[in-house]
DNA sequence: TATGAACATGAAAAATTCTTCAAATCAAGA
DNA sequence: TCTTGATTTGAAGAATTTTTCATGTTCATA
């Protein structure tokens, strides 16, 4: 019973989809690093990013291992990199258009109100 | 107050995480269809297409025309399509990782059973 | 203009996901 | 061994998302 595509997509798509993991995913760009150097970065509790690393360990998207006291996170997937620039493509292509209509938007409104 | 750029980030990929949707975008990107023909290939409840639908249009992913008695609907940002070709790459190198996990587990199975 | 097909919408119930808290684990050092 | 810092875990409640159902719209055509 191999799970339909379209759906392991939605769902590795969908553990993409929380602030705090992309953060995650976005500092381990750089590198490894422990979680007690995420905790600095990303400003939540600890049992709370905690949670969050299990989700991204759950799909495979990074591995942990221990080093005496301390626990050291890496992406398994170096493309992820890839993937988070293209969605940052289309992401800030997408925003500019909206800037666009904002202005657009603002623009009308100062037209109604001459 | 802008809303973070991770924060946009996440609420974008969590509209790619559900399969209704990820199935829409990749039959848009063979071209714009009619909701109907969108409904035969996916085969969900009309009202509940229609939901999903609605969601891609506000992310502001998808634009429809009504054209006559029908509504067509395109992808709004044609670069969509390698945002998901890169994710079809990432996730297709990770389930063959994990079918080498599955295949080293078995094999460690029959092992225990000698 | 009455009917029907194609879609959309609002709202409530069902299902998932997040956050938070208390408690547990693990390794290093006093 | 006791303590402490680092991190994880389980569980419960809160918050979001999905699904579903009933009802609207819109347009074409009889």
Redesign the pocket.
């Known amino acids: 019973m191999p799970v339909p595509l379209y759906q392991a997509k939605?769902?590795f798509f969908?553990?993409l989809?929380?602030?705090?993991?992309i953060r995650v995913l976005e500092l381990l760009q750089e590198g490894p690093r422990?979680?007690?150097?995420?905790?600095a970065d990303i400003g939540?509790?600890?049992?709370?990013?905690?949670?969050?690393?299990?989700?991204l360990?759950r799909t495979g998207l990074v591995v942990?291992h221990?080093?005496?006291?301390?626990?050291?996170?890496e992406l398994s997937a170096p493309q992820v990199g890839d993937l988070l620039r293209a969605a940052r493509t289309i992401l800030t292509s997408m925003l500019v258009d909206q800037g666009e209509l904002l202005a657009e938007l603002r623009e009308a409104e100062r037209e109604g109100q001459r």
Chains 1, 2 share one sequence.
């Open positions: 939605a769902e969908r553990t989809g929380h602030p705090v993991r422990p979680v007690h150097e995420l905790l939540v509790e600890a049992s709370n990013l905690s949670q969050q690393l299990a989700v360990r942990s221990r080093e005496g006291n301390v626990v050291r996170y």
